[in-house]
């Protein structure tokens, strides 16, 4: 493995932190990007017993907004809840937008990482063929052996580059799949919460910051 690293030349570097940097970020998504500390299943349902319990205040807000994302997000809805549907929406749809450039953290530079590492494994060939035509040009095409070991050595960029250019890629797209999943699911919990309170007069929220409690009409 040395003896191939030093046989890529240099450009051979560059690549290696690449594979690094992207097994890296691979790793740390595949932990993030998890159902169960996006939006945990029964968020929702835990927030609607609070609300019938009287057990909403500031205290149960904070809890929620620690817990998960999706409970981030529910937390800003539940402040505005009593300023109409309106509000409530727009409070959770800018939460969310936050939550989402979170989710998204890391995976352009892994599209980076794939797009560029085959362009330095080119690279690296062109420079060593480069080399090879140079010796060509002052020693003549006597050793074939050596020519034929010169282009297997220039190639070997290439191949590193795709070696790592491809898993990154399609990481980079199973990511993305899964961002836009977890973004279904945040909508459609958030939306469930929206529905449940504004279609229920019984439920009246105070406002979480000061300490209020949710009461019954």
Not at 71 to 83: E, F, H, P, S
Not at 113 to 137: D, K, Q, S, W, Y
Request: a neutral charge.
């Amino acid at each position: 493995m040395v003896e191939i690293i030093q046989a890529g030349g240099w450009l051979m570097l560059p690549i290696i932190l690449c594979s690094i940097v992207a097994i890296a970020i691979v790793i740390e998504r595949f932990w993030t990007l998890s159902v169960s500390r996006i939006a945990p299943r029964y968020t929702v349902g835990q927030v609607w017993t609070w609300l019938k319990n009287n057990e909403l205040d500031s205290s149960r807000l904070r809890e929620l907004r620690l817990a998960s994302p999706l409970g981030q997000i529910l937390a800003a809805g539940l402040v505005n809840a009593r300023q109409g549907r309106e509000l409530m929406q727009e409070s959770i749809e800018q939460t969310a937008a936050q939550v989402i450039h979170e989710m998204e953290r890391y995976l352009s530079t892994l599209g980076t990482i794939a797009a560029i590492t085959p362009l330095l494994g080119l690279l690296g060939t062109v420079i060593g063929m480069i080399r090879v035509f140079t010796e060509i040009m002052i020693q003549g095409t006597g050793n074939p052996n050596a020519l034929a070991g010169g282009i297997s050595e220039a190639l070997i960029t290439t191949a590193a580059g795709l070696t790592v250019a491809i898993p990154a890629y399609a990481f980079h797209r199973m990511f993305l799949r899964r961002v836009d999943t977890l973004v279904l699911a945040l909508e459609q919990e958030s939306a469930k919460l929206v529905d449940a309170l504004h279609s229920d007069r019984r439920v009246e929220l105070h406002d979480g910051n000061h300490g209020d409690r949710a009461k019954k009409d």
